[in-house]
Every structure is written in structure tokens, then in C-alpha cells.
């Protein structure tokens, strides 16, 4: 079985621009939560999706925001992007919300904004 | 404010030692605690749980102890092993809640050959 796949793995994007990050979850898996890790905030909730609709944000700005789809392929977009935008962005998906045993990271996107 | 604390960064150890990361936490409503182990470049992996209900859980050489009066958690490692060098991050949820988990900001573990 596949694992989860995000994509791209690697992004240097320039301050004000926006961003798209992929990620395909484990086939049959329904939700799919994402996650931004920093070096000074660990890893911080961004939000989580169950079967194309959000059931949870984290405490983030309106610049981020994502989707689902009806194949549990989850997009997050990231708009007027700042400096301290730059972190790895983690995907995980599990069958479904809120069972933490059951969920498994991507490799995560890395994001840097120059 | 962070609810779930890793308060030290990092921790290096002997291989053979015992590795001991600790976790506090200050939601009274977790009931469900995690470990998750991250190696550079990859995912997080899940490491072992814990329910609130218990105040131990055991899987090989992994302990996880809860004491739920001191919001407290903490990883037993016996004996470490040099690849148990990694981060470690502990996890708190919900399940009646939110059901998000809520990290902690992680430990780098080194255990030294």
C-alpha cells in the first residue's frame, strides 16, 4: 500500500506570492490533516478535512487555506506569502478523524520564502 | 499558549542507557497521549499511545508512563540504541473534543555508540 505522498517536496517561492502543496493520502483513507513544523513552534495544526468538507482550523491567518476532494486528494494554498512562511509542511491521513494511532505522516513539503 | 510542553530541546545519552523524555501538559481535557518519532527528511511516525485511563503502556523497549494528577507524561527508552536518535514529539487529543492533536514542540534525542 502506499504511503502518503506529498508533493512537491522542495519550494522556494518570493514573498507575495502564493502557494499550492499536494497531498495524496493512503487509498481509503478519508481525512487528512495538515501541519506546519518551525524550528521554534514544533508542529502546529493548520487544519483537517473529512470527506471534502474542513472540521477543524488551527489558529492560522485567512492566507492559508485548503481543500478536499472527492478522492481525499487534499490541497493546501498558502496567499501573500511572508518570510516566516518557511517550514516543512506535513500531511497526514488516517481513516478517520481523530484517531491518532491510525494516522500517517507524508514527508512533508518544504517551503522556502526568499 | 502551548498546551502541550517539551521543555528540554535535547537529550543525549550513552547507547545501552536509558533515554527519558518528558512531556507536561495543561488541558485537563486530553484523554489520549501520543509519541511520535521524526527522523531528518522524513514524517513523523507514530511511536506508542497511551489512554487516560492507564498510567502505563508498554511496547518492547518503549514505556510510556502517564500521571494524569501532574498533567504528566514521560518516554522510557531501555536500553537506547544509537538509531533511536531522532525526534521525539509527544501528542495530546481530545477524543470527546476538537479530536486534533495538539503537539509539543519535540526533544532530539542522540544516543551515542
Known amino acids: 500500500k502506499a504511503g502518503v505522498t506529498q508533493t512537491p517536496r522542495y519550494l522556494i517561492k518570493t514573498r507575495g506570492q502564493q502557494v499550492t502543496l499536494s497531498c495524496s493520502p493512503i487509498?481509503?483513507?478519508?481525512?487528512v490533516s495538515w501541519y506546519q513544523q518551525t524550528p521554534g513552534q514544533g508542529l502546529q495544526f493548520l487544519f483537517e478535512?473529512?470527506?471534502?468538507?474542513?472540521?477543524n482550523k488551527g489558529n492560522f491567518p485567512g492566507r492559508f487555506s485548503g481543500r478536499q476532494f472527492s478522492n481525499s486528494r487534499s490541497e493546501m494554498n498558502v496567499s501573500t506569502l511572508e518570510l516566516g512562511d518557511s517550514a516543512l509542511y506535513l500531511c497526514?491521513?488516517?481513516?478517520?478523524?481523530?484517531?491518532?494511532?491510525?494516522?500517517?505522516f507524508g514527508q512533508g513539503t518544504r517551503l522556502t520564502v526568499v | 499558549d502551548q498546551q502541550v510542553k517539551q521543555n528540554s530541546p535535547s537529550l543525549s545519552v550513552q547507547e545501552g542507557r536509558i533515554s527519558i523524555l518528558n512531556c507536561d501538559y495543561t488541558?485537563?481535557?486530553?484523554?489520549?497521549f501520543l509519541w511520535y518519532k521524526k527522523y531528518p527528511a522524513e514524517g513523523p511516525t507514530f511511536l506508542i499511545s497511551?489512554?487516560?485511563?492507564?498510567d502505563k503502556n508498554e511496547d518492547g523497549r518503549f514505556t510510556v508512563f502517564l500521571n494524569k494528577s501532574a498533567k504528566h507524561l514521560s518516554l522510557h527508552i531501555v536500553p537506547s540504541q544509537p538509531g533511536d536518535s531522532a525526534v521525539y514529539f509527544c501528542?495530546?487529543?481530545?477524543?470527546?473534543?476538537?479530536?486534533?492533536?495538539?503537539f509539543g514542540k519535540g526533544t532530539k534525542l542522540t544516543v551515542n555508540p
Open positions: 497526514a491521513s488516517s481513516e478517520v478523524p481523530g484517531i491518532g494511532t491510525e494516522a500517517f
Open positions: 487509498s481509503g483513507h478519508r481525512s
Open positions: 478535512y473529512f470527506s471534502e468538507t474542513q472540521r
Open positions: 488541558n485537563s481535557m486530553f484523554d489520549y
Open positions: 497511551i489512554s487516560s485511563i492507564k
Open positions: 501528542a495530546a487529543l481530545s477524543q470527546g473534543g476538537s479530536e486534533k492533536l495538539v
